[in-house]
């Protein structure tokens, strides 16, 4: 397991939006975004300091970027 992977929902969505993608959506505490050519929704649970390392992957995968 790497130990170098941001697990800071405010880190997360600085890269994410740092990437291209914006908040479309907001319901209680999780944010959805959205990429203006990569297909899909990103959806981050905010704020949060210390997310599960499957939730970050999972949203590596989904937005197809490295959260090192």
Known sequence: MRTNVTR???????ILEADG?????RRG?????KHPT???RVTV????????I?????IEKQAGVKLT
């Not at 505490?29 to 975004?33: D, K, N």
Request: no cysteine; proline share 12%.
């Open 21 to 25: 993608w914006y908040e479309v959506a």
């Open 29 to 33: 505490s999780h944010a959805q975004f």
């Open 38 to 40: 990569k297909p899909g």
């Open 8 to 14: 800071d929902s405010r880190e997360i969505i600085s």
């Open 45 to 52: 649970p905010h704020p949060k300091r210390d997310l599960p």
């Open 54 to 58: 499957g939730t970050v992957k999972s």
